[in-house]
């Protein structure tokens, strides 16, 4: 029973360059949240996703980013013109339903190195 | 604006002996808390909760302790393994039911053999 997978695991990007960022949720789980490490600080909330419809993106600049979860195909955080202040681990969590008793699973992140 | 905080960034502890992790929040409103656990090139794990009806929780080598009037949650671990040694994450949100975790910034705790 796979986990949930991201990838790319690592990706460089100079500025100005997008990143795409992909996260695949575990069998059965239509809940898709996406947070944010920066260096010497803890993961913060962006967005939250299920199938085709995004239910909560209080926590993403209000610029350059982007989420989608498709019907078919993974979760996709999308950063236009990236900037060396995206440079962060970006992890990817799913869970059955939108309740948190059920936990979050989360992937093994990406991490992001603006040039 | 960090609303949950984890002072200490490490600790080192010998095997066997207890760790114990401290975490401190801001916001009134949170009353819901979990502990995550994290290693290397993984993403973070699950390992306790404790909602706020509650003032202790056990699972094991794991006890999550809440104190609501102070704003602080500890994690012991007892007795502490090798295995044990990783980050640690302390998180909550307003509501078991709430989706939006507020993680603090970790502890990394190394367990010595």
């Known amino acids: 029973n796979a986990g949930v997978m991201q990838n790319p695991r690592h990706l460089v990007r100079r500025r100005g360059q997008e990143a795409r960022l992909r996260c695949s949720p575990m069998k059965g789980h239509s809940h898709v949240y996406w947070y944010r490490q920066l260096p010497e600080e803890g993961l913060k909330f962006m967005v939250y996703?299920?199938?085709?419809?995004?239910?909560?993106e209080s926590g993403m600049p209000k610029e350059r980013f982007s989420a989608e979860f498709p019907k078919e195909g993974p979760s996709i955080l999308r950063i236009q013109q990236v900037v060396r202040g995206d440079s962060a681990a970006y992890f990817c969590?799913?869970?059955?339903?939108?309740?948190?008793?059920?936990?979050?699973?989360f992937g093994p992140g990406t991490r992001l190195t603006v040039l | 604006d960090q609303q949950v905080k984890q002072n200490s960034p490490s600790l080192s502890v010998q095997e066997g002996r207890i760790s114990i992790l401290n975490c401190d929040y801001t916001n009134s409103m949170f009353d819901y808390f979990l502990w995550y656990k994290k290693y290397p090139a993984e993403g973070p794990t699950f390992l306790i909760s404790i909602s706020s009806i509650k003032d202790k929780n056990e699972d094991g080598r794991f006890t999550v302790f809440l104190n609501k009037s102070a704003k602080h949650l500890s994690l012991h671990i007892v007795p502490s393994q090798p295995g044990d040694s990783a980050v640690y994450f302390c998180a909550a949100s307003e509501g078991s039911n709430d989706y939006k975790l507020s993680f603090g910034a970790g502890t990394t705790v190394t367990v010595r053999a």
């Open positions: 969590a799913s869970s059955p339903n939108g309740m948190l008793y059920n936990e979050q699973f």
């Open positions: 996703l299920q199938k085709e419809n995004i239910i909560d």
